[in-house]
């Protein structure tokens, strides 16, 4: 007489052990892309700044002295900053478009942070002679002041969950790290 092998009917299938990792991971997915830090545009932000920085001492270090436009700079606002030549960081007419995505550029070639979901600490003014040395203040070549101590900038998020990014030009030789 053949016996009949019991069978089980406690445990799971394979089928749904896969079944229930599939769930998981999907929650699990959806859970950490809302809990991701949106500190990139920050630091985004910061990367385009010190590049923009870095581009207005090349341009002051290759302009001729003797033609009276050697210096150049970047200004800021807490919205904005831009590209100038010339010892009025304030006029329009001195603004120089910088190289930039379309979609950040304002209409008078100045960099609209905004766009960029990023802000300015606060407003800043750096000049940069034919030497590349770093002035707060630029009158001509006998009135002007270099810097004194570190300028540094801070780079915020429009929302204050994340944090800053700092820039900093050193003085005497407009090191950017």
Known sequence: MLQKAKISHRGFTLIEVIAVLI???????????????????????????????????????????SSGAAVWGISGTVSSYWLFQGTNPAAAATYIRLPEDETFLNSDRTINLTAKKIKLADNFTIYFDNRGIPYSAYTSKTVNTPLAVALTINIQPLDAATPSVAITITPQTGYIP
């Open 23 to 65: 769930i998981i991971a999907v929650i699990a997915v959806v859970a950490v892309s809302r809990s991701v830090d949106y500190s990139a545009e920050v630091y985004s932000g910061a990367d385009a700044l010190k590049a923009h920085l870095r581009y207005a001492q090349i341009m002051a270090m290759n302009s001729n002295p």
